[in-house]
């Protein structure tokens, strides 16, 4: 079985963003940190953060837990892979926690395998940078089934990806939240709350429906996806309260200042997870304006993620 | 020198705003080093009267003038707005204005938004327009309002060669002919980058490559955004120090001719 490669402490070359200056609630010095030639960048990137963790574990690593490899329907998907890898040196992302879906949805069986191959694959061109979910359709439960025992048990993957083909609290669904407290991986799971219907998404889930699944597996690991993104984020943090089980992942395109801060502070820095989504300065971006410590962005940087990882049971 | 020309000031009906008076505004621009910034009341989007912001502005900001430049918000559908205009800028030293034609019900290519173009272009004033407030996935229940499309901000600079436009909160510009400076549109518009992406489709490297960085200027959106995105972009941007610059503040500085 291939090991998940969550290694801590990833060296990375041509970083151009250092962690210290990320983790700067103030841009003055990231300004000023910017503004020094690249070795001194490095320099600084590797000098040692006290961890807000005790024991063997380490939060220096920063993780993306939400990001996408390109389909290879797309001429450039390689060209693309490798700008995803660039822009994580140049922001100081360590590791990307990976998907990729079916361009169209829903997915079929080998739609959905052909898209974990791939990704696969992105594991072993990016070693210790690309680590991956398997994505899969709940609607075909063997071949699902099956194919996160592949992909978690045989490739090493870290988690599953859930999209919209079902709302989360429909019962074709729980056999996959089964199997992930099984192997204990998380689940990312897509989710929006609009104030209006989603025309293009009928079974879209929201907060609401994920605090729900969350009470029905207290067991589960469930990653509400990109809180940034996915239409009113005040109602999303509310509804995830009092859902401990739930993490909130803050990828999304949208820089709305204020939503980091209110996700620690209404469910707790703990339960808050750094993630992308390929909005790269606005992932980073939220973070490091979000008015936190040093020590609660280390955990949403990485330390949160981490800990989760380290949860498998294989 | 930094100059955020996306910057606002007061309430915002929808959504609790931080950092929205000026002694918390200039607090947060002075932690990010951003030197000045152009502010518009936050409350004129949803105010009917929307002078009695642009009055609640000049007002809070009365003694940061050095730091903040009021733009008014003027609605060219609403009663007396030549009064309005004419106060702003003679009362108020007001130098330029933020149009929301989506949220005031109106079209950039109704006859009375361009009498109003016209107005505030003959008086000197700069013409900012937000092609979107927020993100529509999170819009209240009241609201149905749209981004304003690309296209209809081609109409625009097209009719009004003379005028100074700011386009702001946009992206897309890379597939329009705006983003082009062979497309045969007049030189008379800006656009500011808080949406543009610096890495992966790199927008706004595309940008500078196509309109050039003369054409590019900084702005974050806050309060409404984290300024730290904004500030990031130019941080990771593959481009010459000197087009940085530009962008930073000169070009700013040169187009509202401070």
Redesign the interface.
Known sequence: MAVPQVMPGTHIHMR??SRRTLLK????A??AM?MRAPASARQAAEQPVHSASSGPLRTETVIDCHAHLTHHSRSAWEA?DR??I??AD??GIDQLCCSILTPRRPATPDGFRECNQWTADGVQRFPGRVLGYCYVNPGYGREALEEIRRCVGDRGFVGIKLYNEYTCTEPVVFPIVELAIELGVPILHHA?H???FVDDQPRMSDGGHLAELARRYPEAMLICAHIS??????WTIKALRNAPNVWLDTSG??????TVDMAAAVVGVDRVVFGCD?????G???I???DLSAQDKEKILGGNMMKLLRRRRS | MIVDVNAYLGHFAF?????NTTDLLIALM????IDKAVVTSAAAITYRNAQAGNEELVAEIKSHRDRLIPFAVINPFYAGWQDDLKICQEDFGITGLRLYPKWHNYQLSDPQCGELVNAATERGMAISIPLHV??N?????LL?IPDIPLEEIVELVKAHPKARFLLLNGLGYTRSPLGRKDSGLPSNYVIEL??L????ANELGQLIADLGADRVVFGT?????????????L??LDAADADKEKIRGQNAARWLRL
């Open positions: 151009r963003i609630s103030s841009a003055a990231a300004a910017a693309d700008k995803l660039n822009a140049k922001l929006s609009s104030h209006y993104g996915g239409g009113d984020w005040e395109s949208v820089t709305d200042e204020g390929s909005s790269m300065t606005a980073v971006g939220k490091r304006g979000a | 959504r609790q705003l931080r950092h002075d932690a990010k080093r927020e993100d996935r999170q819009q209240s229940w149905n808080s949406r992406s610096a890495v992966l959106g806050m309060p409404f955004n984290y300024p730290d995105p904004a500030l990031l972009k941080e990771v």
